[in-house]
């Protein structure tokens, strides 16, 4: 049985970015598909959206209900921090107008190689098509029983992901490990995913994009708001807004979209307003300067069931109620979210509870560690998940090297 200091399980980036920072322990890192860095490499449509720009302080607010928790990885290893390790290696960076972090190549390739080589560099040994099949624990630390062999290894960090895009192995396989040792697993829904509606009343626009704000409704009641690009799609919305909020949405819920800023009583107030001054135009040109697509307007002129050519004079109380309504909180009954072959990301994972958020280090199986999305841990769009992986990858390794070195 061959014996390590640290066996890493798993080839994400919160697998490689641990094991390059793990040096000079003797590392193994374990990886079940013939290639490493899969789902790495669709970050960002395959342009690797790295992290995100900005005071690292403000990133809290983009995992939910569990900022603080990550807070600490953060605050350990920041965004700054993430890019000059990847400029060091000869992947220079670059922020976009949405305060994206990507590399100049927009190539996912170049931040993977980067990782690989800082591996080598750190003398890590990296086995390909050997899946792990068990962690247990014994005197020396724990074994590990992959597909092929067995390992002896004081520590270990099950860096294995979520269940989104399961073809490149993601397919929960962390989840029973730490179940086997004890740990509660909060149930795995899909994040950052699309929304559909059976009823896609706006389905002929599909392609259009514009800023937009969303409430979310279940039972009658408001859940909450956010702002944000919205994508219409053939099956019903995308973009960040409704990625982003998605966490949140359960199928049957109503989402209201507002295509203007404007509020429900400021948009009949301009209505009525340019009604007054140019009766004769027709409904939807009354509209210009809301924000919206003329192709948009004039799908919301007919949903809300104004004849074509109608003219302000002609518009009715009762029609531009309706107008109105849809102007700014049209709405959506969700039939379902994107499953996880849609999904950006995992909600849910290993519970937090059981996690020392310092060091990412199991309550319950001294020695073993989580990095990355495999822990009940789901950022916002932007470069927040890849960024919680670097950040816990991170502090795993210091942790690891310091009781090494104790």
């Known amino acids: 049985m061959r014996e390590y200091d640290v066996i890493v399980v798993g080839t994400g980036p919160a697998g490689l970015f641990c094991a390059a920072h793990?040096?000079?322990a003797k590392v193994l890192v374990l990886e079940k598909?013939?290639?490493?860095?899969r789902k790495l490499l669709l970050a960002g449509s395959g342009q690797c959206n790295l992290t995100h720009a900005g005071d690292v302080k403000m990133f809290t607010g983009n995992y939910g209900d569990h900022g603080n928790f990550v807070k600490p990885s953060l605050m350990a290893c920041s965004n700054f921090a993430v890019t000059d390790f990847f400029s060091h290696r000869g992947v220079p960076v670059f922020t976009n107008e949405n305060d994206k972090v990507f590399p100049v190549s927009l190539c996912a390739d170049d931040v993977l190689d980067a990782l690989l080589s800082a591996c080598d560099e750190a003398g890590v040994e990296i086995y390909y098509s050997e899946g792990v099949k068990s962690v247990t624990p014994n005197s020396g630390g724990y074994s590990v029983q992959t597909s092929l062999a067995s390992y002896q290894t004081?520590?270990?960090v099950i860096a294995t992901g979520g269940m989104s895009y399961p073809g490149t192995g993601s397919t929960g396989d962390g989840y029973a490990f730490a179940e086997s040792l004890g740990h509660m697993v909060v149930s795995p829904e899909p994040s950052l995913t699309p929304v559909y509606a059976d009823d896609h009343q706006l389905r002929d626009l599909s392609g259009i994009s514009?800023?937009?704000?969303?409430?979310?409704?279940r039972d009658g009641k408001k859940m909450m708001t956010r702002e944000g690009d919205l994508l219409i799609t053939r099956f019903g919305y995308s973009g960040p807004v409704i990625l982003d909020a998605?966490?949140?949405m359960r199928a049957g819920d109503v989402l209201r979209i507002s295509f203007t800023p404007l509020s429900p009583g400021e948009t009949d107030a301009l209505l009525?307003?340019?009604t007054a001054a140019s009766g004769g135009k027709q409904v939807q040109n009354l509209l210009s300067g809301l924000s919206c697509p003329d192709r948009l307007t004039r799908a919301l002129v007919e949903v809300s069931g104004i004849p074509e050519g109608t003219t302000g004079g002609q518009l009715t109380a009762k029609m531009r109620a309706s107008l109105v309504e849809n102007l700014t909180a049209f709405p959506v009954t969700i039939s379902r979210l994107g499953d996880f072959n849609a999904a950006m990301c995992t909600a849910g994972g290993v519970s937090l509870a059981e996690i020392n958020k310092k060091t990412c280090e199991s309550k319950i199986a001294p020695g073993v560690f989580f990095a990355g999305e495999v822990m009940d841990i789901d950022g916002d769009t932007g470069g927040f998940n890849i960024q919680a992986a670097f950040?816990?990858?991170?502090?795993?390794?210091k942790t690891i090297l310091r009781y090494l070195c104790a």
């Open 22 to 24: 793990l040096a000079p």
């Open 391 to 397: 950040s816990t990858g991170f502090v795993v390794a």
């Open 154 to 156: 004081k520590y270990v």
């Open 246 to 248: 998605s966490r949140w």
């Open 33 to 37: 598909m013939k290639l490493p860095g």
């Open 210 to 217: 514009l800023p937009a704000k969303v409430s979310i409704w």
């Open 272 to 274: 009525k307003e340019r």
